[in-house]
């Protein structure tokens, strides 16, 4: 009886863990409270595509659902101990941002997107599948002052190529 309890339970851990659509993070990046925004992102009309990690520890999270022109669209502002804050933007409209001196940049193959760096904030923007993603990173005074905690382009690409594989 012992063996086959323990068959059953080698079996129910064995299904769970193929059930598991989690990924690794990779080296540099960060998880983030992926239920609380899932479940922020079902009150849209659309469905934007979720990052599988961040390039910043976070210990909190806000959502905004707002309208701007007609179109809805969805914040996710997440902030660091630091308070440095990265927000992705998500719209099945446009997003009206000023842009300083974009950059074109390829994201993925067929997927190409602006960038820009300037001494406020770095953004990266790009369209797929009818949806504008904006991704906006600003860092705290305090690391600006020092602490160089700091996110690179290539840290946004990166992550913005993990919404799509």
């Given at each position: 009886m012992w063996k086959r309890f323990g068959v059953l339970i080698f079996c129910l851990v064995a299904i769970s863990a193929c059930n598991n659509k989690t990924?690794?993070?990779?080296?540099?990046?960060?998880?983030?409270?992926?239920?609380?925004?899932?479940?922020?992102?079902?009150?849209?009309?659309?469905?934007?595509?979720?990052?599988?990690?961040?390039?910043?520890?976070?210990?909190?999270?806000?959502?905004?659902?707002?309208?701007?022109?007609?179109?809805?669209?969805?914040?996710?502002?997440?902030?660091?101990?630091?308070?440095?804050?990265?927000t992705i933007q998500f719209s099945q409209g446009e997003i009206n941002t000023?842009?300083?001196?974009?950059?074109?940049?390829s994201i993925l193959e067929n997927l190409d997107g602006q960038y820009e760096n300037n001494r406020f904030s770095k953004k990266l923007t790009w369209k797929k599948d009818g949806v504008t993603y904006?991704?906006?990173?600003?860092?705290?005074?305090?690391?600006e002052e020092g602490n160089e905690q700091s996110v690179t382009r290539q840290q946004l690409v990166e992550v913005a190529r993990s919404f799509h594989s």
């Open positions: 990924h690794a993070v990779p080296s540099g990046y960060h998880s983030y409270n992926v239920e609380k925004v899932s479940s922020a992102v079902e009150q849209l009309d659309f469905q934007p595509e979720l990052p599988e990690y961040i390039p910043i520890p976070m210990i909190s999270v806000v959502t905004d659902i707002y309208q701007d022109g007609g179109s809805k669209l969805m914040d996710l502002s997440f902030y660091t101990p630091d308070n440095d804050l990265l000023p842009w300083i001196d974009p950059e074109e940049l904006l991704m906006t990173y600003r860092a705290s005074v305090a690391s």
